[in-house]
């Protein structure tokens, strides 16, 4: 199924650095909000969402500020809290009274901190490979974690202002995450989710500035969330844990120690990797609307 | 003045010593990564024009040192290098000089060795956490063990390491005053890309080392207060322009030490090279 043969409607939302550009999928609700992590955007949900659509759900995705086909002012400030207050902008601009947040990679951040706001406005949420909180074993992809320390600034600055050098980063990156994918799985990944990053960073403005930003407060976020572990604890929304096996960064580890952190959490494995929703978008749709 | 060359040999392979004669105690000259005892070449002359004996040797894996594949390179390794040459050359009493990562070998030489310790001397190097401590980028990226897949991919790409190095030795460059840039350019530059670049030399010993990097400085940290019974004096004598290694990482470590002296000079990181006929001059005091 390729997501061209769905219907959407195409909104802008204005935030006060600039809009961000959201698909509105009809169908019922409570709406399925997809979010994105980063280095990429929503199309890493095109082969999702015809599964979801075909079911009858109310899809709404939507670029981050900074990435995609969102606005990328010139000097604007990234920030989780304003991840955070997009999909806020997202559910208030269109009328969504209750969501179910689903995210990937560095969602996960706005999906449960989402959750812990508006308890009333979440119907349930779903997290795929993605972060909340510190985890002193989980290894970070090394892309993520040269941005993110700051005793690397300088050496990341300089990766990031020499394009031959970030283009080798990226690549390196990419074959970490395509090689740790079944073969089946392999041709697919480098095919489609590898363009969709590079161009993230190549078009122009690009998803460069967001980027680096957001890796740079990831620590401190991650950081920030583990003291609000204990509130997860308290909160009844059931939370559907959909993990990918594979993911060499996100491992199962990861999807049982956040089962357990939670207070009402299920967890399905999926034999895909770290973009699981594009490796095997059937199964992660049969997962998610079970 | 040409030195006595020779071999020392360990189990692990053979250690090269030049010893320039004179009388002792001997300075023992030790290097830091990635160069090796080439740095010192401006500033022996003028120790063995003050009369002293001036040793100073490779670590393994470094230099003309012997650089074996199947051994495992350490900063207790670099240790016992330097009881190795203190052995074997049979120096009775000595005055250990570290720079930059060596100084965990001097300082812990002393603390057991004390009695064959005259003084201790430390061009801009660290020993335990200090609060000014800031490690070049290259080497906390080879410090830091959740990139170890990445920095080895970038080790074994000649074309991204030679990257890296070239952006570290322009951090160090351009921090110098304009007059010693030329001259950094000449002498560290050439000894740093002798050792690392190319598809052999002491990448091995580097990568290595440097992964034991954190490890060692929170092992030094716990011997601090070791140092306070030393009634060994220390000099530190300390480029001002190394924006890594500066003055307050020597001020931090100086406090620990029962008789501690601190020279600055407008020099950079290695100022045995920058400024060696000061750097001399108050060695020779030492």
Not at chain 1, 34 to 41: Q, R, S, T, W
Not at chain 2, 207 to 236: D, H, M, Y
Not at chain 2, 254 to 259: C, E, G, H, I, M
Request: with cysteine.
């Amino acid at each position: 199924m390729a997501n061209d043969t769905v219907d959407f409607s195409e909104r802008r939302i204005r935030r006060t650095q600039g809009s961000i550009y959201a698909r509105d999928y009809a169908g019922a609700g409570p709406a399925l909000v997809l979010m994105h992590g980063f280095p990429d955007n929503l199309r890493i949900w095109d082969d999702l969402i015809p599964y979801l659509n075909v079911a009858g759900r109310r899809v709404v995705t939507f670029d981050f500020l900074g990435f995609g086909a969102s606005d990328k002012p010139a000097g604007a400030t990234y920030s989780f809290e304003q991840q955070l207050g997009d999909l806020k902008a997202i559910a208030d601009e269109l009328h969504l009274e209750k969501i179910v947040p689903v995210a990937h990679d560095s969602s996960g951040i706005a999906a449960i901190n989402y959750a812990l706001e508006r308890p009333e406005r979440v119907d349930s949420v779903i997290m795929l490979n993605s972060a909340y909180s510190e985890d002193s074993t989980v290894l970070w992809p090394e892309m993520i974690t040269l941005f993110a320390t700051h005793s690397m600034h300088a050496l990341a600055v300089a990766i990031a202002q020499s394009p031959g050098q970030f283009g080798w980063l990226l690549k390196w990156q990419q074959e970490q995450f395509g090689n740790s994918l079944p073969e089946s799985q392999r041709e697919h990944f480098t095919s489609f989710i590898g363009p969709l990053i590079s161009q993230n960073f190549l078009q122009q403005p690009g998803a460069g500035p967001a980027f680096l930003q957001m890796a740079a407060q990831f620590f401190q976020a991650l950081e920030r969330n583990s003291h609000n572990l204990p509130l997860l604890k308290s909160l009844n929304t059931t939370v559907k844990l959909i993990w990918g096996k594979y993911d060499p960064y996100f491992p199962l580890a990861v999807a049982e120690k956040r089962r357990s952190q939670l207070a009402n959490a299920s967890l399905t494995v999926i034999p895909a990797g770290h973009w699981l929703q594009t490796d095997e978008p059937g199964q992660v749709a049969r997962a998610m609307l079970s | 003045m040409s030195p006595r060359e020779q071999f020392v040999a360990r189990s692990q392979g053979r250690i090269f010593v030049r010893d320039y004669p004179g009388t002792g105690p001997a300075f023992v000259l030790m290097h830091g990564f990635p160069d090796d005892g080439r740095i010192y070449d401006d500033l022996i002359p003028e120790l063995v024009q003050g009369g002293r004996r001036v040793v100073v040797f490779d670590f393994l894996g470094f230099g003309r040192s012997d650089k074996r594949p199947d051994i495992k390179y350490s900063f207790t390794l670099q240790l016992e290098d330097l009881e190795a040459v203190v052995d074997a050359l049979d120096l009775t009493t000595l005055v250990p000089v570290g720079h930059d990562a060596s100084g965990p070998a001097a300082i812990n030489f002393a603390l057991d060795h004390p009695e064959r310790v005259a003084s201790i001397c430390l061009l801009n190097s660290f020993y335990g956490a200090s609060p000014h401590i800031r490690i070049p980028e290259l080497i906390t990226l080879f410090a830091t063990t959740s990139l170890k897949a990445l920095s080895t991919a970038m080790l074994s790409d000649t074309e991204q390491f030679d990257w890296l190095l070239r952006l570290q030795q322009s951090a160090f460059c351009d921090a110098l005053p304009k007059s010693q840039q030329t001259r950094f350019l000449t002498t560290v530059v050439p000894i740093m890309n002798a050792n690392l670049s190319g598809d052999h030399g002491s990448r091995l010993a580097f990568s290595q080392i440097t992964e034991q990097l954190f490890p060692e400085v929170r092992k030094n940290t716990a011997r601090l207060l070791q140092l306070g019974p030393l009634t060994v004096p220390a000099t530190f004598i300390w480029g001002q322009h190394d924006p890594y290694l500066t003055t307050g990482v020597a001020q931090d470590l100086l406090p620990y030490f029962r008789s501690p002296k601190l020279e600055c000079l407008p020099a950079g990181h290695w100022p045995q090279l920058d400024a060696p006929r000061d750097v001399g001059r108050l060695m020779l005091r030492c």
